[in-house]
């Protein structure tokens, strides 16, 4: 299987790349979008990424801007430049003077039924990929997204996870799209909080990658802390990388339909999921509800401390 991860880097996103990466995931691109922080740096971030992990996977730049509504960040987690502003050197690589979403659709078709998409920003260029060439969705075999709630507790509104929250219509388009989808929601990554002590065999390591980890993951730490009163730290994106990685990680799950709330104030960006099968809609998701975290945490140390 081959894999796209499109993504906002962030912190998470990081860890998810750098062990998606490390684990062998046969990643021919990655593809860059708005989110954690604007396009400029997810870009620069993904670009620094393959650097530190000494690879030449290409990166596309995608979309600046959401579908209909302005755009949201989460600097307040991931500090304004997407690493916890930790200063880091520019990148001598240059993305691919090829947009993101033509890169996905291109993709679709070199590899039809051999292309799974890591989806862990909001899903704005996966939308467009699908609305410029619906064909794509008969050739995606599948998106593994972190994203939306499992039982709306949202981390950005009430009932709403940053992903979704950031571009519910596109979110929306992906979906109703009938390609299949493995989904983390937000509930299920706090589950797997990477223990403090995981973070001894990192601070030992003395790669540049580690070293790097760490500087860029302290707010994150702080956040895990404050936010949810937890030592260690919440990686939702790892979480999903860790699933593509091994589906076996799952330790729970539910096949159902999975509907997303575009409309309404407090109900915006809801993924709702349907458990007692009220909808009548065909599943379009398998939700994972549970993962090993031990194991997650055992691949994770590994990649980032090599
Ligand atoms: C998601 O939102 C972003 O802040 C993280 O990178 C992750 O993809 C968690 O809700
Ligand atoms: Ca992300």
């Known amino acids: 299987m081959k894999w796209i991860i499109d993504t906002d880097p962030g912190i998470d996103d990081a860890a998810a790349i750098i062990t998606a990466i490390r684990s062998g995931l046969d990643v021919i691109a990655i593809t860059t979008v708005h989110g954690n922080t604007p396009l400029k740096f997810t870009t620069r971030n993904a670009l620094l990424l393959t650097e530190l992990l000494d690879v030449s996977t290409p990166v596309y730049a995608g979309t600046e801007r959401p579908l209909l509504q302005r755009p949201l960040d989460a600097a307040q987690v991931h500090g304004s430049d997407g690493f916890g502003d930790a200063n880091l050197p520019a990148p001598r690589r240059q993305p691919e003077p090829v947009h993101a979403v033509d890169r996905i659709i291109e993709a679709a078709h070199q590899h039809s039924g051999q292309l799974s998409i890591l989806a862990i920003g909001p899903l704005t260029n996966v939308a467009l990929a699908i609305a410029k060439d619906r064909s794509i969705t008969a050739k995606v075999s599948r998106l593994v997204i972190m994203g939306g709630t499992s039982h709306a507790q949202g981390n950005t509104s009430?009932?709403?996870?940053?992903?979704?929250?950031?571009?519910?219509?596109?979110?929306?388009?992906?979906?109703?799209?009938?390609?299949?989808?493995?989904?983390?929601?937000?509930?299920?990554?706090?589950?797997?909080?990477?223990?403090?002590?995981?973070?001894a065999a990192i601070r030992s390591s003395s790669s540049r990658l580690a070293q790097t980890f760490l500087t860029i993951s302290e707010p994150l730490c702080e956040t895990t802390r404050r936010f949810l009163g937890m030592e260690g730290i919440v990686l939702c994106d790892l979480v999903a990388a860790g699933v593509a990685i091994d589906p076996a990680m799952v330790t729970e799950q539910v096949h159902t339909y999975v509907g997303v709330e575009t409309a309404g104030t407090l109900a915006r960006g809801l993924t709702a999921v349907d458990y007692a099968r009220h909808s009548g809609r065909q599943p379009n998701a398998t939700v994972c509800l549970d993962v090993d975290r031990d194991k997650l945490t055992a691949l994770f140390v590994q990649a980032v401390s090599a």
């Open 158 to 199: 009430i009932v709403g996870e940053f992903n979704v929250l950031a571009d519910p219509e596109a979110a929306a388009i992906v979906f109703e799209s009938g390609i299949p989808i493995t989904l983390v929601p937000w509930e299920t990554t706090t589950k797997a909080v990477i223990p403090a002590a995981a973070f």
